[in-house]
Antibody, heavy 123, light 111 residues
Framework: QVQLVQSGTEMKKPGASVKISCRAS????????IHWVRQAPGEGLEWMGR????????TYEKHFQGRVTMTSDASVSTAYLEVNRLTSDDTAIYFC????????????????WGPGTLVTVSS | QSALTQPASVSGSPGQSITISCTGT?????????VSWYQQHPGKAPKLIIF???HRPSGVSLRFSGSKSGNTASLTISGLQAGDEADYYC???????????FGGGTKLTVL
């Protein structure tokens, strides 16, 4: 079954870090980018960045540069998102989603999404 | 504030058609044909329903269609059904910022 499976709910204190995983199955992991998108409670979708699951190359939305790290491990078909120096504004559901490497980078659409990981930041 | 502008809400009765707009600039929507649309039911992950302005992924109903004119893309849903009630987001490649951007989302209510 083609799917993305994400790690479970996290509760963190302000200033802490969180690392979320996204495990792919049913397709060739390295043929795709993994993108990360977050959604604050009652809000819209916010694109955070992407990682090339083959090369490990990353592109981050400017707003997140320096505070977010995306990594991947092709041996276990898993991508990771780490967010540092958490604040209450980081309380959100974090989604991973895939995009084919076989189409131009500008052809920006996400055809498979994980179920999301809720991260709550509270003292 | 989202870079792409969508109406906050739209509504329609079963069987009717509705259109959701997504307005950007020549740096995103108007500059290429890489606009996508996503449907999100409450508590669920988004689902791709349109890519490259007007292409449907396999399995998506023919009732969903997309178009674009200038800096505005549109999603039309015909023959509204109760199950279409959801939030809808547009997405686009952008040459401003880094790579991609979403609209603020539109809540569709089926009356």
């Amino acid at each position: 079954q083609v799917q993305l499976v994400q790690s479970g709910t996290e509760m963190k204190k302000p200033g802490a870090s969180v690392k979320i995983s996204c495990r792919a199955s049913g397709y060739i992991f390295t043929d795709y980018y993994i993108h990360w998108v977050r959604q604050a409670p009652g809000e819209g979708l916010e694109w955070m960045g992407r990682i090339n699951a083959d090369s490990g190359g990353t592109t981050y939305e400017k707003h997140f540069q320096g505070r977010v790290t995306m990594t991947s491990d092709a041996s276990v078909s898993t991508a990771y998102l780490e967010v540092n120096r958490l604040t209450s504004d980081d309380t959100a559901i974090y989604f991973c989603a895939r995009k084919s490497r076989m189409v131009p980078s500008a052809n920006w659409y996400l055809d498979l999404w994980g179920p999301g990981t809720l991260v709550t930041v509270s003292s | 504030q989202s870079a792409l502008t969508q109406p906050a809400s739209v509504s329609g009765s079963p069987g009717q058609s509705i259109t959701i707009s997504c307005t950007g600039t020549s740096s995103d929507v108007g500059g290429h044909n890489f606009v996508s649309w996503y449907q999100q039911h409450p508590g669920k992950a988004p689902k791709l329903i349109i890519f490259e302005v007007n292409h449907r992924p396999s399995g998506v109903s023919l009732r969903f269609s997309g178009s674009k004119s200038g800096n505005t893309a549109s999603l039309t849903i015909s023959g509204l059904q109760a199950g279409d009630e959801a939030d809808y987001y547009c997405g686009s490649y952008t040459t401003r910022g880094t790579l991609g951007v979403f609209g603020g989302g539109t809540k569709l209510t089926v009356l």
